[in-house]
């Protein structure tokens, strides 16, 4: 490879988020005019590398060469000026603004903050000509579809001149037939020369695009490829082959015959899962795997009540007839929901405000609470999951993320539940504070607590829970058994790779 | 995978209260200057006016303030409430002259303390139906009671024709005008609202859930807490305060008279504020707003005793009322 070749290329580039490394001294090269794919886990990376690329994140170490000299964006005004555009997953346009107005957002024509429409539009036709789409430059980008406002981004980022394109999972949101277009869009941009970078966890459609492939696996670089000597399964091995780490304590033989506490039957809700069944018994984990965006945290949504969902759900043999939180916590369900900050706490309260929230009966009498019995519960039940605050009184968002995920869950300990659904229970704490949330959960298992936990990371479900069920386009799609389940297995399923009847679904039914 | 030694206990020095202590020194600065920003500057305000005027330490000068400010004193705790919620109430002062007019219009065939009761009882009546408003239909609390407070001031103005209801029986002013010790009634009401809303916000089981609810309405949702339910409670005990300010109101001048109070809710909306409770939800208390409501009462009485142009009342209470605002957004921003 000559050095002429390399359009952009990434040196040592490392990024922390807190105190997680989500990338760590990668090295990739993209070729000019070539289609790239970053591919990876949950979680790799690969997201982050591209918004590296694009300006929209600041490497914290490394350099980014471009055309071969090195540049440090600020922000992705600074990327376009050097040809480069993103096109995040979330599409960023303007939904009241014409199609022709979005396309020249930042760019307009004529002076004096008029625009010239004729000139617009004119480009508009060159462009689209070039892209090979017919959406009117009069439309709202509002009232277009999803596909047709991908389109409408590309667009704007061939009027920025660019040079080369970062999409973000572009095939997340699309049918079968958009991505086909979108692929055939892509192969045209690529022979009138624009370099394309592909982040996805769609290997099918990876395979099925790119030029060259560039695995990431726990933010570190693994390889880079011709996708021609590719397979998803190949794909797949690449991702993992991670050491378990040593954090997990030791699994306990699995309730023999004890009781099924939760059943559901059933479970649908149109657009996000479909028929999901599923049980657990007393003394149990089950462990939700599946990619982002496949329909876990909804699933186990739908059961809590946190979202409205048809189908049955039964709680020692007894349905929940009106599924809604309020409903389910009398019940003696529990529900660490994935976003502590957004979902869990009541950030601005103090801690024990928030420990006390879902129980507030067990400490109050004649309405009115009892300060000191209060104080008496709150303290027992934050050390029983050994959170640390300097006080009771200060507000959560002074702790660190690791107490404020022990209080979200301390919470739910007031009074023992049956059922503690765990959605993402170590997302964003440090290395300790995920080995006691990890004994935590087990002794409430041991408890007799059933106990159901969503996770974008394999290795922990592996280590916690007594079997997996992996969730793939809003269907479990696989059942697997502690003792047969293992990196490869769960990654298989929610990829779809290994099995030609069932090629990977990416929109629920 | 290791047996045994991984499953005891966590104990390493993750240490929050160094992390809290961190994390918070700048933010507690902020809290506390926030906290008690609205104390020193009532004090300051009164001290300088006990100076600067001979009036002003008189006990008639005193209990005069605090019966003039009584009436907007109640709207404002009531105010308060809903406003942790994260909800408004524009309608409150609505609300406050519906249920003088009320009282006037029923006070002959009924007799005058169940006319007076049962206005109260409409105006909760009304604060629960902007409850449901806001709650079921989802419709955003600003824009929900301002119309409603439109059609309340219409339907005001229905009953009364645009004339004064005037009562011709004597005993409708007791309420008003009655005195314990040497205090008027509607002080020691005041008085016993703020106690009674203090514990209720600070103590009890419903003021928990509105903070709540307006601390992080998700949360509190996924916690079991019935969103709908503690949002119309607010509303109703919003509407219960107007009512009773505005059967005090009626009985001290012995008339009801149409109008949309829109200059009293914001009165009392800027005296939660200036004591320092959150536009955002979330965070206050009932005895901000009454020190609010007194340094705000202050203003204007010290000013009154001072002779100075009453143009500038206003300028100097917007002027508090934007430095509140400005250090609650602040200690937001600068919260960890």
Redesign the interface.
Known sequence: MTRDDVHVETRGIGKRYGGVAALSDVDVAVRRGEIHAFCGENGAGKSTLGKIIAGVVAPDAGRLLVGGAERQYRSPRDAIRDGIAMIAQELALVPELSVLDNVFLHHEYGAAGFVDRRRASRHYGELADRLGVSIDPRTRVGRLRTAEQQQVEILRALARDAELIVMDEPTAALGRDDVARLHDMARDLRDQGVTLIYVSHFLADVLDLCDRITVLKDGRFVKTVPAATETVDSLVTSMLGRE?G??????LPPPEGAPVVLRARGLTRPGAFADVDLDVRAGEIVGIAGLVGAGRSEIVRGI?G?DRCSGVVELDGRPLRRRR??A???RGLA?L?ESRK????????SVR?NV???H??DV?RF???RPSRERTVVDGVLRSV?????STS??V????G??QQKVALA?WLVRPPRVLIADEPTRGV?V??K??IY?LLRRLAEQGVAVLIVSSETEELL?LAHRILVVRGGRIVAELPRDVADEASVMRAAFGGSDPDNPPTRNAP | MNPETQIAPAREPVSTAAVAAEGGRTGTLIRRSRDYAIVVCFVALFVALAIASDVFLTSTNLLNVLEQNAPVGIIAIALTLVLVTGDFDLSAGAVYMLTGVLAASWAEPLGVWPALLVAVACATAIGVVNGLLVAYARIDSFVCTLATGIVIAGVNLAITKGLIKSVTDPAFTDLGTGELLGVKYAIWIFAAVAVAAGVLLSRSKLGRWLFAVGGNPEAARLSGINLRGVRIAAFALSGLGAGIAGAIVASRTGQGQAGDGISITLFAFAAVVVGGTSVLGGRGAIWRTVLGVLLLALIVNGFNLLGIEPIYQQIVQGVIILLAVAADSLSRSGAP
């Open positions: 378990l040593q954090q997990f304590p030791e699994p809590f946190a939180p309020a389910s916590v009398r529900f929901p957004e979902q869990g706490l009541v950030m601005m309260r405000e006390a929230m879902a507030l009966d109050t309405g009115l609470v050994d959170a640390r605050a300097a200060l507000p968002s002074a702790l660190s690791g107490n919470k440090d300790g504070a080995r006691s004994e280590g």
